[in-house]
Every structure is written in structure tokens, then in C-alpha cells.
Antibody, heavy 122, light 107 residues
Framework: QITLKESGPPLVKPTQTLTLTCTFSGFSLTNSLAGVGWIRQPPGKALEWLALIYWDDDKRYSPSLRTRLTITKDTSKNHVVLTLTNMDPVDTATYYC??????????????WGQGTLVTVSA | SYELTQPHSVSVSPGQTATITCSGDKLGDKYAAWYQQKPGQSPVMIIYQDNERPLGIPERFSGSTSGNTATLTISGTQAMDEADYFCQAWDSSTDVIFGGGTKLTVL
């Protein structure tokens, strides 16, 4: 059974850097085709993909946020870390950690964490 | 930038068929997925690779793609299917993108 859990600060100030950690179990990020990503959802709004890291350390970012995002993995700890710099109130959202379906065809996310609400406010 | 367009809302009577569309340029050339999200819960993947259904997802959920449109069909809609539905597409050039979501009302 795959589980993912997000952790990080519930409140950050504008201009600060957000660091979120995803702790997962039930799979290994060293296995071929494995991937872990981050998706966010502002209150009452749509899902927005942020980043994805693959088993081979290939990293993909949302074009609109690429300059502010960094995703890394620690396979020994089963952690994936996302940093988002220069936070703004519009970045207020629930941030989800997700597991990529290990397939050669496309990208989709079959397991989601419970999400963590991050509020950006002075 | 690439965009996926979904109707804001769809209504269906219990037992009837609900159809939710997702439109994007040459969407049929990409891989589509669908997610169901109920209030206060994390999304659940209900369709991937255009028309594949994960284990545990009822057979009444099906997906298809053609041309510029991906379609989620819910046959014999039940009250428990009332939720927000999001489409998602991927290809190697656009990476991951989500639609704006559709609120399905069963009444």
C-alpha cells in the first residue's frame, strides 16, 4: 500500500521560501519508472501541477513556476523535498505530494497525500 | 501556453449517464487522466492512459479521447458520484497540465 504524507509550515510570510517534505512508503524511488510529484490547489480552485522527480533524478517543473521551484529526493529516507522561493499570498494553497503511475505511457498520479494547507500572510 | 477547458458544471439525474468533456489542442495525441475530488478530500484517480480504470474504481466510470476532446462518462450515475472532476493531460512537450474542473451535481 502506497502512502504519502506532506509536512511543512502552515504559515509563511511574503518573500520567504517554502520548504515542504513528502515522506512516502510502499514503493521505492529507485525503481524504474517511479516518480513523485507536487500539486497544489488554492482554496476553491483548480489543481495546479508544480514539479515531478523521476527515479533517475530527471526533474520536471511547471513552466510558469520553474524559476522558483526546486525538487530533490533522498531515497535513503524515502523523502522528496520541494522548495518554492519568494512566496506570495497567491501561493496560498493546499499542497499535495503524489505518486506517479509507473508506466511508460504518460504521466498520471494514482496516490495522493492528505495535503497540507500553506497560508502566505504577513 | 497549453490549456485544458472543462465545463464549469454538469447536472445529471440519478441513474442517467453523465458526460464531462475536456478540450485542448490535439488532446487526442496526449495521454489523459481524470480525477474525482469530494469536499475536504484529496483527489482520486479514476481514469489514466485515456481509458484505463485503476483497481477499485467502479465500471460505470469510463474515459475516451478523440481529436481535441477527452471525455469522462459515468453510466448509471449515483448520488455518491457528486463531486468535482478534473482532467489532466501529459505529453513530453507540455508535461503535466490540469483542466479547470467540473462540478457534477446529481439531482
Amino acid at each position: 500500500q502506497i502512502t504519502l504524507k506532506e509536512s511543512g509550515p502552515p504559515l509563511v510570510k511574503p518573500t520567504q521560501t517554502l520548504t515542504l517534505t513528502c515522506t512516502f512508503s510502499g514503493f521505492s524511488l529507485t525503481n524504474s519508472l517511479a516518480g513523485v510529484g507536487w500539486i497544489r490547489q488554492p482554496p476553491g480552485k483548480a489543481l495546479e501541477w508544480l514539479a515531478l522527480i523521476y527515479w533517475d533524478d530527471d526533474k520536471r517543473y511547471s513552466p510558469s513556476l520553474r524559476t522558483r521551484l526546486t525538487i530533490t529526493k533522498d531515497t535513503s529516507k524515502n523523502h522528496v523535498v520541494l522548495t518554492l522561493t519568494n512566496m506570495d499570498p497567491v501561493d496560498t494553497a493546499t499542497y499535495y505530494c503524489v505518486h506517479r503511475v509507473p508506466t511508460v505511457r504518460g504521466v498520471a498520479f494514482d496516490s495522493w497525500g492528505q495535503g497540507t494547507l500553506v497560508t502566505v500572510s504577513a | 501556453s497549453y490549456e485544458l477547458t472543462q465545463p464549469h458544471s454538469v447536472s445529471v439525474s440519478p441513474g442517467q449517464t453523465a458526460t464531462i468533456t475536456c478540450s485542448g489542442d490535439k488532446l487526442g495525441d496526449k495521454y489523459a487522466a481524470w480525477y474525482q475530488q469530494k469536499p475536504g478530500q484529496s483527489p482520486v484517480m479514476i481514469i489514466y492512459q485515456d481509458n484505463e480504470r485503476p483497481l477499485g474504481i467502479p465500471e460505470r466510470f469510463s474515459g475516451s479521447t478523440s481529436g481535441n476532446t477527452a471525455t469522462l462518462t459515468i453510466s448509471g450515475t449515483q448520488a455518491m458520484d457528486e463531486a468535482d472532476y478534473f482532467c489532466q493531460a501529459w505529453d513530453s512537450s507540455t508535461d503535466v497540465i490540469f483542466g479547470g474542473g467540473t462540478k457534477l451535481t446529481v439531482l
